[in-house]
């Protein structure tokens, strides 16, 4: 099975901060990966797919790039509603797996 | 608006049976993907079982093969989770998920049900 890992596991900015979340896959995924932003209590969200195509009424301050194992999920301004947790996954093969998950915390 | 929503969980003992609903509505459901995903309490997602959009493919996490059945009725617009020999880590929100391409089974998912809760204990 490809491994996920996602890094760091919680992080804690301000608003307008410029924040960066790194996914690794233990194997060469292409550019096929998705990032899910899910708030307590709620379902994932979908945020970016294919490494960088921003999902329909995204917030612009989100993107994402990469390639092969290595990829990043940036949010260029942080908002207070962009508290929650930040999920990778790969879709290369059937088995979808996550990463572990990033939690975002805005001062 | 696409809307997928979860039923059937409960409490079940350790070893018995119980069987999760995914009612579709808002697009053509025998056109695409759909799966299964789970979060066990405080934890992050794990990715559970898909099928196909007609039904001929299957594949299963190591952590429920055997043990779980994913099927759906395209006619009823319901996709299903049967799982058997229920454990105590099976307990988590099982959530169900469109695949976002039609008639590729291998993609990202779009949209997600709310979910419905799964506790297994005695």
């Known amino acids: 099975d490809i491994q996920m890992t996602q890094s760091p596991s919680t992080l804690s900015a301000s608003v307008g901060d410029r924040v960066t979340i790194t996914c690794r896959a233990s194997?060469?995924?292409?550019?096929?990966l998705a990032w899910y932003q899910q708030k307590p209590g709620k379902a994932p969200k979908l945020l970016i797919y294919k490494a960088s195509s921003l999902e329909s009424g995204v917030p612009s301050r989100f993107s994402g790039s990469g390639s092969g194992t290595e990829f990043t999920l940036t949010i260029s301004s942080l908002q207070p509603d962009d508290s929650a947790t930040y999920y990778c996954q790969q879709y290369n093969n059937y088995s979808r797996t996550f990463g572990q998950g990033t939690k975002v915390e805005v001062k | 608006q696409v809307q997928l929503v979860e039923s059937g969980g409960g409490v079940v003992q350790p070893g018995r049976s119980l069987r999760l609903s995914c009612a579709a509505s808002g697009f053509t459901f025998s056109s695409y993907g759909m799966h299964w995903v789970r979060q066990a309490p405080g934890k992050g997602l794990e990715w559970v079982a898909v099928?196909?959009?007609?039904?001929?493919?299957?594949y299963y996490a190591d952590s429920v093969k055997g043990r779980f059945t994913i099927s759906r009725d395209n006619s009823k617009n319901t996709l299903y989770l049967q799982m058997n020999s229920l454990r105590a880590e099976d307990t988590a929100v099982y959530f169900c998920?469109?695949?976002?391409?039609?008639?590729?089974?291998?993609?990202?998912?779009?949209?997600w049900g709310q979910g419905t809760l799964v506790t297994v204990s005695s």
């Open positions: 099928m196909s959009y007609d039904g001929s493919n299957k």
């Open positions: 998920a469109k695949g976002a391409l039609v008639f590729i089974t291998i993609y990202y998912f779009d949209y």
């Open positions: 194997q060469s995924i292409s550019n096929w």
